[in-house]
């Protein structure tokens, strides 16, 4: 049973330009959540994707977009790139109803100079 | 506004040595999750807490919570190297019944030395 995947491990783009990750869930769950962890800190919650539309959201300028396909993949794009995006982007998959917990993927390396 | 504040921030333990993170959040929040990270790695789920009064136990680590003091705790007993890493507390904001966030602590990073 595949957990969460996500791509690609490590992107390194410039200031100013645009970068889209990408997630593909645990099979099985719906939902699909994205995080920001900064180094030296816990991870910060950006946006949460639910039957294709965003559901909750973070407090994370509009530079930061998201999708959600039909087959529960998510995209997460943020535009005009500044060298504070530089994070690990962590996606996390689970049920929206509850009770059975998040599963996170092993994240995007995200390095803007 | 949910916050969660874990402490210590940074440990450093001897082998064999028993300890305690702690993790307070300031709103009602009814379920709370401790997370393993690695440097450079992913976040390894350690324990779900669902309920007041709840503990957890896997190996040498035990968890539990109290919703009336909004705490958790992490116990960690007779500590070995394999357990150096940062471990995270986060407790789950509640979004009208169904999945709600996780609203995480800063992280302790725990060192364990022979």
């Known amino acids: 049973d595949a957990g969460v995947t996500q791509s690609p491990t490590h992107l390194i783009k410039t200031r100013g330009q645009q970068v889209t990750l990408r997630c593909s869930p645990k099979?099985?769950?719906?939902?699909v959540s994205w995080y920001q962890q900064a180094l030296g800190q816990g991870p910060q919650f950006i946006f949460q994707?639910?039957?294709?539309?965003?559901?909750q959201r973070g407090n994370f300028p509009d530079r930061f977009s998201g999708h959600q396909f039909p087959n529960y993949s998510s995209e997460l794009n943020v535009n005009a790139l500044l060298l504070g995006d530089s994070a690990l982007y962590l996606c996390?998959?689970?049920?929206?109803?509850?009770?059975?917990?998040?599963?996170f993927g092993s994240g995007t390396r995200l390095t803007v100079v | 506004e949910l916050k969660v504040e874990q402490n210590p921030l940074f440990l450093s333990m001897q082998e064999g040595k028993n300890y305690t993170i702690y993790c307070n959040y300031s709103?009602?929040?009814?379920?709370l999750y401790w997370y393993r990270q690695d440097p450079g790695k992913s976040l390894e789920s350690l324990f779900v807490?669902?309920?007041?009064?709840a503990v957890k136990q896997e190996g040498r680590l035990m968890a539990s919570l109290d919703t009336k003091a909004r705490l958790s705790t992490l116990h960690i007993t007779a500590a070995v190297h394999d357990l150096s890493a940062t471990y995270f507390c986060?407790?789950?904001?509640?979004?009208?019944?169904?999945?709600?966030?996780?609203?995480f602590g800063k992280g302790t990073k725990l060192s364990v030395k022979p």
């Open positions: 996390a998959s689970s049920l929206v109803f509850r009770g059975r917990g998040y599963t």
């Open positions: 099979s099985g769950h719906d939902t």
């Open positions: 994707y639910y039957e294709e539309e965003e559901r």
């Open positions: 709103t009602t929040s009814d379920r």
């Open positions: 807490l669902l309920s007041n009064g």
């Open positions: 986060a407790a789950e904001l509640n979004y009208g019944g169904s999945q709600g966030n996780l609203i």
